[in-house]
């Protein structure tokens, strides 16, 4: 039946088909005819004709003749027309024969190509081939899934493929269909999940990969096996409640390996191993007392699952040695187990003061630098509980790089004037320069000259001056401006201090002199060199947040040499210093500085009171003015790279 319903669609959407084509066609012929009849008047001309057995070539060519046209036909149609036309248009006509005996028309200007019309092949679109939704996340080792439906051979190759786990399947279970939805638990979890999910169960062996096998089978073999081993029945469908010894009651139903429900108060955990693993098959062994007791209540859950929340807060653990679960303390050998964890992204030699002393208790933890490695000896449970830790915090480590742009910028002006006359111990010389600045010293003959010149007008008689009298003239002015930019690049790691310094060293001599009495009065002489530092430092601290942003704690420090107070003395210091903690986006640049220093200095002498007259004041004394402006600036950019 339902073949014959398929075969009907296909033959209804094919019939379908050729319908909307062949309308197409017509509607595409008569628009075409439509519009050439401005330029082929005769397609509007009426057609008197009737014909019996006539060729569609014959017809065809004398309605060309009869009314003006261009109208070709294809030879291989072998086609009769048995047909009356009385006044019907050309057009018309045209347009019956192309639907009557399935024709076309293509035209090539006023040119008519008629030809057999062939129905267009419909188009197969394939069904896009459905992308599986598995999401791997290496650092944090969980996955994601998003099945339904879907293969379960296609399902474990993708899941191998992108965690570079073996995952494989057991004979049996390759063409099953599997359905679940998981998101972002660590991949063992996932996996369990999974097979809860489409009852199956999945194993992790010892060479670390994954067996997926049918858990209705791995039942009935080792129902079977407790069959043999203990002629109890084994009521699975129905709950069973047996007293615990020393404890409460307990009640369970244990449907299969991965469907058992536990519940009791203060039961005696040996007790429910024993009453669940001979009610569902499983071999088991006690390598030591075991005396806990625990108050459990879980439903649908697979029987490693009821292992471990029993063991939780007790010193007991297991472990799977072909299909036999051995049972005991975890300091039990047998139970102990050595496992090396290999740190992707951070050093070895810090991760270990970092886990918690709680976990690390019975764990003895050494690190192995050679491979950037801990070796971890002790239970299992505690060395995966340190394992799910490291792969927390086992995080790729932004490095910071930072652009750091330093512009120092000076500018000075000094300006010097005045006049300065006396007497020398002999005769000076004239000399001096008049351009670009004027620095004169004129001896008595130059001075004398000069008086000479102005001699004689009216009373006026200056005299002369004594031979060793000089006369020095200045009047001059300096500018300087000093731009000093460097453009150094620091990189480090999240968390850490990045230091860049600059410095000057400057050296002065201190002269020790000692003295030594005894017979005789000795004095000896030592010179030493010492040195003395300026420098622009600075320190950045880079913090990295979730969201890229940049947390930096910058500590910047200048200092200058100033002048020496004295000939041999130690050079004077000036100091700028500034602590900042800003918060910046990626890649952004900041300024911070500004530090600036105005400094002004005016000195003068001359002679008292002519000194301070105005204009006459320069011809009685000696004036010099400085001054400076220093700006510091500092710009930085980090940029957070992997």
Known sequence: MKKIIKITGVILCLFLTVNIAAQDRIKQIETQLKSMTTDVPGLEENVQMSVSGVSIQEFMRGI??????????????????VNNF???????VLLFVCKEYNLKINFIGTI??????????????????????????KAKDELTLDLKNDS????????????????VLASGVTTKKVSVYIESMPFDNALEKLGIANNLIITKTEDDSYLVENSETIVNIKSSKGGRNN??????????????????????????????????????IDEVIKTIAEEIGVDYYFVSEVKDKATVNVKSTTFKNLLS?????????????NGIYIIGERKTEGLRMTKVIQLQYRSVETVNEYIPSDIKQDVDVKE???????????SEPRIQEIEHFIKTIDKVV????????????SNSRANSLGIEAGLGTEPAVTSGTVYPEANLSLNSNSINNLIESFNGYGILNLGKVTPNFYLNISAMETQGILRVKSTPKLATLNGHEATMTIGNTEYYVEEKNTVTSNTSTTSQSSRTYKSVTADLSVTIKPIVSGDNQITMEISVSQSDFTAKIEPGAPPGQVSRDFTSVIRVKDQEMILLGGLEEKSIRESGRGVPFLSRIPIIKWFFSSRSREKSKTKLNIFIKPTVIY
């Open 309 to 321: 929340n029993m063991f939780q807060g007790t010193d007991l653990t297991y472990d799977v040695d």
């Open 368 to 378: 192995f630098l050679d491979l950037n490695s801990l070796i971890l000896s002790g």
């Open 64 to 81: 060309a003749d009869a009314h003006k046209l261009n109208i070709s036909v294809d030879p291989t149609i072998q086609q009769s027309i």
């Open 398 to 409: 932004p490095v910071v790089l930072i652009e750091v742009m330093i512009v120092d910028y």
């Open 231 to 268: 002629p109890r029945k084994n009521n699975r469908n129905s709950n069973n409640k047996n007293n615990n010894a020393d404890g409460g009651d307990l009640i369970y139903e244990a449907k299969s390996f991965s469907d058992i429900s536990v519940s009791g108060t203060d039961l005696a």
């Open 152 to 167: 379960l051979d296609a399902v474990v190759k993708a899941i191998t493929q992108k965690s570079k786990k073996n995952v």
């Open 112 to 137: 008519m190509s008629i030809v057999k019309f062939e129905v267009p092949k419909p188009i197969v679109v394939k069904a896009p081939k459905k992308e599986l939704i598995i999401k791997y996340n």
């Open 86 to 92: 009385a006044n019907a248009t050309v057009s018309d």
